[in-house]
């Protein structure tokens, strides 16, 4: 059978809602990411032995993480798409998320990942969370360049008849107050009559939330008192998902590498699986116990344009065995303006600056085998093909490591046809300054390692199923 392209909706047209400066990073983060999150209720009975949340693999300081759409979901669409709409679909929530990164101006975990048999890894894992005392289980998406946890709270309106926490089932829960530092760190705060609580407004819609505090667990690390969005009320918007449960793995002062920085030291890893892993089954590590040590490391850079993300150095790309030529700028690291290379768990296909993305495009396309294979498109992609073909290799060569990609990490292929398309595309230009953005397909079967103490990014080839 055919393998599956899964993919969430997004409006577009949100993420060019102005804000006020000093906001807007977190505002434009609400925005994209209430809309391109799906959180799901505990799968329970599910037929994979490897789908059962109820079993006790997530041991010690090890959790397991799920793909929103693998086969251990109980999420299904009522109307499947063809493999042509799905590619489409996802290019075009990538298109967002890559508008929404592009407008930031401004040792103890272990945690197994699953994705399923997709063609290709999604923008969503999700990992599960105990949320209160007594514990209330959720799956909340992990991303690692956003910095917020935002929850759907019982009672809430509007918000999907899903698992949803239930605060007064609680002991430990209580609301942030207003004169709290955590207040100031929420977009136009306002105070309730028992709470620091905001309220979104992008276009029709609007979202309400208090800001709370409750003890979480991720496997057996409790994190006490800890901070995140109790979302009560979405309002307007038909055609707009409601908000949704979410871990930020970034770099801000809210988001779980930060709050639990004593536990975890502001290190972890992960390692995404192949889609064709039957498993479902990749690793995250959160604190600096227990990193792989068989890993090389590349600085890892801080720009205060886009302080949420995690850039590296990137000096150079080859395809197969030649270095292809690239204009230094279009690659280059610049604090002043936000340009440069990130890793970012949460989009589909990695980006590249268009002369980047032309250079490396071209160089493939000479090496693909037969030469006679014959060039066509398919939305965003303009590299693809019908038949059988002999696929190039593509290195991401970093300061002090290089990122060698085989085909499985490089083309879409429809098994119910015969096309294939390169998985890489030009960023979008119409942005203040473009980031190369290294996505998810591309990274699978890498350990990919961040050490903020160390100032380093650390990669290895790994099976991560």
């Known amino acids: 059978s055919d393998h599956y392209i899964y993919t969430l909706s997004c409006q577009q047209q949100l993420i060019h809602t102005p804000f006020h400066h000093k906001t807007y990073n977190t505002m434009t983060t609400l925005v994209l990411f209430f809309q391109l999150l799906f959180i799901i209720p505990l799968a329970l009975g599910l037929n994979h032995p490897n789908c059962d949340l109820t079993s006790t693999q997530d041991q010690g300081s090890t959790l397991r993480i799920f793909h929103i759409d693998s086969p251990c979901s109980p999420f299904k669409s009522s ?6 709409a799905r590619v489409l679909k996802t290019l075009a929530q990538d298109q967002a998320r890559l508008q929404y990164l592009t407008s930031l101006v401004a040792g103890r975990s272990v945690v197994p990942i699953a994705s399923g048999r997709q063609m290709l890894q999604s923008t969503t894992y999700i990992v599960k969370a105990q949320i209160g005392t007594p514990a209330q289980s959720l799956l909340l998406a992990m991303d690692t360049s956003s910095d917020v946890a935002w929850l759907p709270c019982s ?28 207040c100031k760190q929420v ?24 800001l709370s505090q409750d003890t979480i667990r991720l496997a057996a690390d409790p994190i006490k008192a800890f901070t995140f969005g109790c979302v009560n009320k979405v309002a307007g918007g038909g055609t707009i998902p409601p908000p949704q449960g979410l871990l930020g793995l970034g770099r801000g002062p809210l988001s779980l590498m930060s709050q639990a920085q004593s536990l975890y030291k502001s290190t972890f ?3 995404l699986p192949s889609f064709r892993s039957l498993a479902f089954s990749g690793s995250l590590r959160l604190g600096p116990t227990s990193q792989p040590v068989r890993v090389k490391y590349t600085p890892l850079l801080r720009n205060p344009r886009r302080s949420s993300l995690y850039y590296v150095n990137l000096v150079a790309i080859r395809v197969a065995k030649k270095v292809v030529d690239l204009p230094p700028a279009a690659i280059a690291f610049d604090p ?25 495009r071209n160089e493939f396309r ?30 991401f060569m970093f300061k002090g490591v290089n990122m060698t990609m085989p085909a499985d990490n490089l083309m879409l292929h429809s098994t119910a046809g015969s096309m294939s ?18 996505a998810s397909m591309q990274q699978q079967n890498h350990r990919v390692l961040i050490d903020v103490p160390n100032g380093r990014l650390g990669l290895a080839r790994e099976r991560c199923s």
Do not use: H, M
Not at 189 to 204: E, K
Not at 337 to 346: H, L, P, R
């Open 336 to 360: 002043t303006t936000g340009a440069g290379t990130i890793f970012d768990s949460g989009t589909v296909y990695t980006r590249l600056a268009k002369p980047v993305y032309e250079a490396v």
């Open 155 to 182: 009672g809430c309106v509007g918000c999907p008849s899903t698992t949803a926490f239930s605060p007064a089932k609680s002991t430990t829960f209580k609301n942030v107050s207003c004169s709290a530092p955590q």
């Open 187 to 210: 977009p136009n705060p306002t105070c309730g009559s028992r709470a620091c609580s905001f309220n979104l407004t992008y276009g029709s819609s609007s979202i309400a939330a208090n």
């Open 366 to 395: 000479k090496r693909v085998k037969p030469r006679t294979a014959v060039v066509t498109s398919l939305g965003g992609f303009d590299t693809c093909y019908s038949g059988q073909i002999t696929v190039p290799s593509i290195t």
């Open 269 to 271: 890893s992960y390692c």
């Open 79 to 84: 109307s499947p798409l063809s493999w042509e």
């Open 421 to 438: 398309c390169l998985a890489i595309a030009a960023a979008p230009e119409n942005v203040n300054s473009v980031v190369n953005v290294i």
